[in-house]
């Protein structure tokens, strides 16, 4: 499945093109460090640092692989230069953009400066909620 169908032509050079095929609704927990995704596991890498025009696409790309069929979305955040507030809002707009769907987003790769401001901000609970009951697309 191509993560940037459904968006407009031509990725933001911070957000490189990403595919992974649908997963089923009973998807198991995000892979862990040094584990690749799952087979039913589709993955949005978040790459470089993010601008707050970047968050508007990344959003939309969730919601086309969610709308597209996958029930699980793994965040590759591993490439993200030196994560700042853009990157939280942006992970919390993903997450809240899972949650709209009924779903939510594993997180891979996550550095220690990424995980502390996570905890800090109380987004490392919130991104594992699920949500209930999902909207259609």
Do not use: F, K, N, Y
């Given at each position: 499945m191509?993560?940037?169908?459904?968006?407009?032509?031509g990725?933001?050079?911070?957000v490189?093109?990403?595919?992974g095929?649908?997963a089923?609704?009973?998807?198991?927990?995000?892979?862990?460090?040094?584990?690749a995704p799952?087979?039913d596991t589709?993955?949005?890498v978040?790459?470089g640092?993010?601008?707050?025009?970047?968050v508007?696409g990344?959003c939309?790309?969730?919601e086309?692989?969610?709308?597209?069929g996958?029930?699980?979305?793994?965040?590759?955040?591993?490439?993200?230069?030196a994560?700042?507030?853009?990157?939280l809002?942006?992970?919390?707009?993903?997450?809240?953009t899972?949650?709209?769907?009924?779903?939510?987003i594993?997180?891979?790769?996550?550095?220690?400066r990424?995980r502390?401001l996570?905890a800090?901000?109380?987004?490392?609970e919130?991104l594992?909620?699920?949500?209930s009951?999902?909207?259609g697309?």
């Amino acid at each position: 499945m191509d993560a940037s169908a459904g968006a407009p032509p031509g990725p933001s050079p911070h957000v490189p093109p990403d595919s992974g095929p649908p997963a089923p609704p009973d998807s198991g927990p995000a892979p862990g460090p040094g584990q690749a995704p799952r087979a039913d596991t589709a993955v949005l890498v978040l790459a470089g640092p993010l601008t707050a025009a970047d968050v508007p696409g990344l959003c939309a790309r969730l919601e086309g692989l969610l709308c597209g069929g996958a029930a699980r979305v793994v965040c590759d955040v591993g490439r993200l230069d030196a994560p700042d507030a853009v990157a939280l809002e942006a992970l919390a707009r993903l997450g809240l953009t899972a949650a709209r769907r009924g779903r939510h987003i594993g997180l891979r790769g996550a550095g220690g400066r990424l995980r502390a401001l996570l905890a800090l901000t109380g987004l490392d609970e919130v991104l594992a909620l699920r949500s209930s009951p999902p909207q259609g697309c």
